[in-house]
């Protein structure tokens, strides 16, 4: 076992073990808008229903309460903004629109997906043993830069799409589980170190074969016998990619009743145009606006239904992107908004109460289910 593990097993599992992380009261109707902040910034006006509004205005207004960010190491490449000034100053932005916040650590200059896992380029050269203490450094620094700015996360995803592993070839899977794991242990204790004494994020390890109980089950009895605490299993499940919704609704059962954990679908994606995926067999819905819309209720009327309460959540991948991705997204080539965008309207209106009366909120915690006395 790597050494830094070990290590982490033996000193810091018996401290993190008694933090319970903090019970969010609210189901995530979200979205990544890791694109917004830069489309706005060079001139880009998105409308409602004709009115141009701010793009997080108009995603509140329709019953969002979570966002999703990326955030890569720098220098960022590719032309992607998501350093860390852009990422704090489009936090704060989400926060003054009344969201919570959900951080995903790319630990990439660039994209990391399933494919695609570089090493940061400045760190290629590091010895096993010091690129773990290098993402330990980098995941503290980063969170106590939200920390000291009033943006703490609600919840952080330690990597993106982690299925073949990151920091490839040190941390490829299935050849090297031991410093995978050890990677991985680093950066939830990079979140520890740097939030001081505020309140813990929930921690999401995301995995990409949303449609998979299988890759799950191997996935994440490998990944629990290493003892790494964490508190949310995330999917990505796109319909060309992750399998049918009746795949969805298998995998999440297995997570919560097998593996006891909560689970989100925190990307997915449909194309209210023809798209390259279903020109030689029909998707599951319609490639139009409606049928768009179609595919978002579907999949969270299958997170939903998780038994337990264990489904958390959905949250479509840049809702609000240029870069070719518009017909994946929720507004036309003109930035007005789609059907898609009244999606939860049924599951999260109304946003306050129209009877003038504020009972007091009982939170979930202190509800107590089970046979009447």
């Keep these: 076992m790597h050494k830094y593990l070990a290590f982490a097993l033996l000193f810091a599992l018996a401290p993190l073990a008694t933090l319970r992380a903090q019970e969010h009261s609210d189901y995530a109707f979200g979205a990544d808008l890791s694109y917004l902040k830069q489309l706005e910034d060079g001139g880009t006006k998105f409308k409602d229903a004709g009115v141009e509004k701010p793009g997080l205005q108009i995603f509140r207004d329709h019953g969002y309460n979570w966002v999703r960010l990326r955030i890569c190491v720098e220098p960022v490449s590719r032309g992607l903004p998501n350093d860390l000034a852009y990422t704090l100053a489009l936090a704060k932005d989400i926060r003054a629109h009344g969201f919570k916040f959900f951080l995903t650590f790319h630990y990439a200059n660039g994209w990391a997906d399933p494919r695609n896992e570089p090493t940061p380029a400045a760190w290629n050269s590091l010895t096993p043993d010091a690129l773990v203490e290098q993402v330990f450094t980098y995941t503290r620094d980063t969170i106590a830069a939200f920390r000291d700015a009033g943006l703490m996360p609600d919840m952080v995803g330690i990597g993106n799409e982690v299925s073949n592993g990151f920091f490839m070839p040190v941390g490829k899977l299935p050849e090297n589980w031991d410093n995978f794991a050890a990677l991985i242990y680093a950066g939830v204790n990079g979140v520890d170190a740097g939030r001081g004494n505020t309140r813990r994020p929930k921690i999401l390890i995301h995995v990409d074969h949303g449609g998979d109980p299988y890759l799950t089950k191997t996935f994440f009895e490998k990944f629990n016998s290493y003892g790494i605490p964490y508190d949310v299993i995330g999917f990505s499940f796109y319909p060309w990619s992750h399998g049918t919704l009746i795949d969805l609704r298998t995998n999440l059962r297995y997570v919560a009743e097998v593996l006891k954990k909560d689970t989100m679908v925190v990307e997915t994606g449909y194309y209210y145009a023809p798209s390259q995926y279903f020109r ?15 595919w978002l209720v579907a999949v969270n009327e299958a997170v939903m239904a998780t038994p337990d309460g264990r489904g958390k959540g959905v949250f479509w991948w840049e809702p609000a992107a240029g870069r070719g991705l518009v017909q994946r997204g929720y507004f036309d080539a003109d930035h007005n908004a789609q059907p898609i965008l009244t ?22 915690s202190a509800l107590k289910f089970g046979p009447a006395p």
């Design 343 to 364: 999606a939860f309207e049924p599951y999260s209106r109304p946003l306050h109460r129209t009877d003038d009366q504020s009972p007091p909120r009982v939170p979930p």
């Design 280 to 294: 030689t067999s029909p998707g599951p819905f319609p490639e139009t606006p409606e049928g768009q819309k179609q």
